[in-house]
């Protein structure tokens, strides 16, 4: 078994930096790893309890799902992707009411490019199968390659992921680093409910139902109904950090849908950005000019 920190090759792949140079974690021990550990906490009773908190709120916190030495491996590849890759975001988004975003992104085909474990992690076996257990119907990868997997960092005061629901059914979100609960930066939710694109009335929706909000911890893992879950990211309130990666998954019935990217190609993919630069801005709030808060 391979283990944190090994002196392990990187097999010609890119270490996008690293400063051991080398891998954490080989990607083929992954399954297995997880595989190990889900057999080891994921008993029948825990599992029912996932279950029933996943249906009634839309999340359900798995966090002992994950190996320390897999956390440790996913920290140091996130850390060298934002350094090379990270785009800083700052618009608002009229398919989702004009709720703004602000916050620095990696978009998935850096990703692909220069780490294994992250799309590793994403085609895992074993958290498929769970997934597909904890939401009672089958788990699939997302037919939209560039919605796959996304990292995201806030650090700013005011950085936040505005109010929005997902295209596509499922999210397992890693929080790599989460802020304490009074800076801000915990997620909030409103299960149950339906996005309209065409004529989003989003807060409607959030006047008509409770929101439910989660204060997470630093190596926390949530598993999210993000289609039918309205969700934000409360905004941050001082300078702190916040980092997440987004594995996002569908349903089976996703694959025959007709879906429009348009919202996540804003947030994540937007094709004019520049890693390190900001991308182009449409948030125009007095208080809110992007440029005026340049990197990091
Ligand atoms: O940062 C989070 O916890 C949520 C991210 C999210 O909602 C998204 O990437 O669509
Ligand atoms: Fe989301």
Not at 40 to 55: I, S
Not at 166 to 184: K, N
Not at 268 to 296: C, F, H, I, K, M
């Amino acid at each position: 078994m391979s283990s944190a920190a090994a002196d392990y090759p990187t097999n010609g792949h890119p270490t996008n930096g690293h400063p051991t140079g080398r891998m954490l974690i080989d990607p083929a021990d992954i399954d297995r790893l997880i595989a190990d550990r889900i057999a080891e906490v994921v008993t029948d009773e825990v599992l029912a309890g996932w279950r029933r908190r996943f249906l009634a709120e839309g999340l359900v916190v798995v966090s002992e799902i994950c190996p320390p030495e897999v956390m440790a491996a996913l920290r140091a590849d996130v850390e060298a992707l934002i350094d090379g890759y990270a785009v800083r975001r700052h618009i608002r988004l009229p398919t989702t009411s004009n709720t703004p975003r602000r916050l620095r992104s990696v978009k998935r085909g850096y990703i692909a490019e220069h780490s294994l474990l992250i799309p590793t992690l994403y085609r895992a076996a074993p958290l498929l199968a769970l997934a597909s257990r904890i939401a009672g119907e089958e788990v699939v990868l997302c037919p939209y390659d560039e919605e796959q997997f996304v990292i995201s960092r806030m650090n700013q005061p005011g950085d936040t992921h505005g109010w929005h629901w997902d295209d596509y059914a499922y999210g397992m979100v890693w929080v790599l680093e989460a802020p304490a609960v009074q800076d801000g930066g915990f997620i909030q939710c409103v299960p149950g409910t339906r996005w309209d694109k065409n004529d989003p009335r989003l807060f409607e929706t959030l006047c008509r139902h409770p929101i439910r909000s989660y204060g997470l911890t630093s190596g926390d893992i949530y598993f999210l109904r993000s289609d039918t879950t309205l969700h934000s990211v409360y905004p941050l309130q001082n300078p702190t950090q916040r980092t997440i990666v987004n594995l996002a998954w569908a349903s089976v019935a996703d694959w025959s849908r007709e879906i429009d990217h348009e919202t996540t190609e804003m947030v994540y993919t937007d094709l004019d950005a520049a890693p390190g630069l900001d991308a182009p801005a449409n948030d125009l709030a007095a208080d809110d000019v992007a440029g005026s808060e340049r990197q990091p």
